[in-house]
């Protein structure tokens, strides 16, 4: 999955204090696309040692390491002014072949969003800090502290005999499958909403559900908690014809386009196309 990057080393231990250095990753979004160096097919993050207009009056924010080296990301204006140099819209991570540089990019614009999304309180409305002890965002005023926003989600492959259940979202290009997800509401176990955003998306009532494992998705702020579950395929689909505008049983060996094993979604059906599950 993409957050896998062996032999590189994704470390997120806040370090509040640190300051940039020649040598560090610089990361600068531009609505949703990231700066990067360009060397032919293959890209790098820049350095700090890339830009003469980073000093120390630039704002920028600690982030992470990759491979001990520390990004920052950069929240004044830089200049994309050399040959090497390109801007590329965020879903770049879905193809490059560099897993690291696709995981860093989008692990940066889960912070990047949170700390834009909390310029100011939304308590008292003022101003707000980064607080320099642990990744997170304080109010001078009403003394309100903000972490980090990270939304479970439920997703789960729903077997039967030899089939699965794939479903095809609003929002998805051509023929693409995936299979259901949805959002944990306030108090529902994640049990509990699995079962209401299977009913609620495609009719069906199911069991025998039985935890797979998980995955952070910054695109969306999400923690993606996989489950592979169990429904009687003689029950009648019934699509929302709002999130889902189509869903069926599908064999192995007749899977229709779906997610890459970059996601949980693809690492699931690719192992129900190899019987594994």
Known sequence: MIQDIFPHRFNNQFLGNKII???????????????????GEVFELPRKKDFQEISERTENTFLFTLDDVPCFIIWDNLK????????????????????????????????????????????????????????????????????????????????????????????FPGNWYSIIAGYVDVGETLEEALTREV?????????????????PWPLSSSMMIGFIAEADETQPISIDNKEIVDASWFTRGSLPKHSSTISIAGEMIEKFEKGEI
């Open 21 to 39: 250095g020649e040598n560090d990753f610089v990361l600068h979004y531009n609505g949703n696309s990231l700066l990067l160096k360009n060397n």
């Open 80 to 171: 994309a002014d050399k040959p090497n140099l390109i801007f590329k819209e965020i879903n770049f991570f879905r193809t490059i072949m560099q897993q690291e540089i696709a995981w860093i990019s989008i692990a940066g614009f889960h912070l990047m969003n949170w700390y834009l999304q909390n310029k100011f309180c939304g308590k008292c409305g003022a101003r707000t800090r980064h607080k320099h002890d642990e990744r997170a965002i304080i109010c001078p005023e009403c003394n309100s502290i903000i972490f980090p926003k990270i939304s479970p989600a439920v997703i789960a492959a729903i077997i039967c005999n030899n089939k699965i259940l794939l479903a095809r979202n609003s929002n």
């Open 199 to 215: 009913k609620e998306e495609v009719g069906l009532d199911i069991k025998n559900i039985r935890y797979y494992k998980s995955q």
